[in-house]
């Protein structure tokens, strides 16, 4: 496992080694130098929680009740933004007005950003590009809307898609990276 953190003086080290999640906590690490590090990449480690700005990608599945409990412990979340055109509960097995409540109950919110979806899906391969330049061309609001959420707390991203990679979330978290937006990313399938 490797994890980038910043240390007291303000520099940046990447942590490599082993731990365990179970019973006591313990942990093997050495500190690599940076040209060791790996590119870009941040596992989390057990009892780590992530960085304020920070964007948990998730598909909705994730948060089935058996799920959600979990999720919120692990990574708290303050708000769960949902970018499905029409969302459903039933393949969570609940209702909305349920789903809603138990997120309260727990101090997260909920959004449904409709327009962050992607409108284009099954119409060939070149709907994720025509879904980035919608995005780009008019729907900066709403990605302006996402900014501002992650910067107060990590969000969770969630859509239909199962993998992050090829899914309406990849694009927004690129264009949100394109406009150097810092935030972490975790991705969760």
């Not at 119409?123 to 992650?150: C, M, P, T, Y």
């Amino acid at each position: 496992m490797t994890r980038t953190i910043e240390d007291k003086s303000g520099r940046l080290r990447v942590l490599r080694g082993e731990a365990q999640s179970l019973g006591p906590s313990r942990a093997n690490l050495e500190i690599l130098p940076l040209r060791t590090a790996p590119n870009g990449e941040q596992i989390v480690l057990p009892y780590m929680r992530p960085s304020r700005s920070c964007i948990i990608s998730a598909p909705i599945e994730c948060l089935a009740s058996h799920r959600i409990d979990r999720l919120i412990k692990d990574l708290t979340p303050r708000i769960v933004i949902d970018i499905r055109l029409s969302p459903s509960f039933e393949r969570l097995g609940t209702s909305r007005p349920k789903f809603l409540s138990h997120l309260r109950s727990h101090g997260v919110d909920y959004a449904q950003i409709a327009n962050l979806g992607n409108r284009f899906v099954g119409e060939g391969h070149d709907s994720l590009i025509r879904f980035r330049q919608l995005l780009r061309n008019e729907r900066a609001d709403d990605l302006r809307d996402l900014r501002q959420s992650v910067d107060v707390g990590p969000v969770v991203l969630t859509s239909v898609h199962r993998k992050h990679t090829g899914s309406d979330r990849e694009v927004i978290v690129e264009l949100l990276h394109d406009a150097r937006m810092g935030f972490e990313l975790l991705i969760l399938e």
